[in-house]
């Protein structure tokens, strides 16, 4: 869920218009980071589905409401914020974190691009051995491929003859 709020003072006056998913984080570093935090005496919040509409609607509320400390750089809803705040600059797919300058996917790409250039080997997943015949297996299943079949036929079979009675 995505939250516009506004915020006014005592006269009425609108301070600041802005978009969050943490709503209570993000009016705490409103207190820490704003020197005009302590002209705030009502918030309104509002509800959006979508980030998209979460950014349309706080760009147009800057715009056609004119609040006292926010700014528009630009006509596009996106280009007041640092280059892709909520989405990602390289690929414009959003981001999960919007303290992130891109996307997870990104991320990953650029990480493993940094890593090979420093020389460094990717990571390998480790090796785990199969108890019943050593043979290595996946992270995770009890057995390897080959010996869960083996295991889950003997034990259906005994279950066959527990119920015949034998």
């Given amino acids: 869920m995505f939250y516009v709020y506004r915020f006014f003072n005592t006269a009425g006056d609108l301070l600041w218009v802005g978009q969050t998913t943490q709503l209570a984080s993000r009016f705490a570093s409103h207190w820490r980071e704003r020197s005009w935090a302590s002209e705030i005496v009502t918030a309104e919040v509002a509800f959006a589905d979508t980030l998209e509409q979460a950014l349309t609607e706080e760009t147009n509320a800057i715009k056609n409401e004119n609040p006292k400390y926010n700014q528009i750089v630009g006509g596009d809803p996106h280009s007041r914020f640092h280059p892709g705040y909520g989405i990602c600059p390289k690929c414009g797919n959003p981001k999960a974190n919007q303290k992130a300058w891109c996307c997870p996917d990104c991320l990953r790409i650029y990480r493993r691009a940094e890593r090979a250039a420093k020389g460094i080997a990717p990571r390998k ?42």
């Fill in 125 to 166: 997943p480790p090796v785990v051995i199969c108890p019943r015949c050593q043979g290595p297996k996946d992270p995770g299943p009890s057995y390897c491929k080959k010996c869960k079949i083996i295991v889950n036929r003997e034990y259906h079979q005994k279950k066959a003859l527990a119920k015949r009675g034998l």
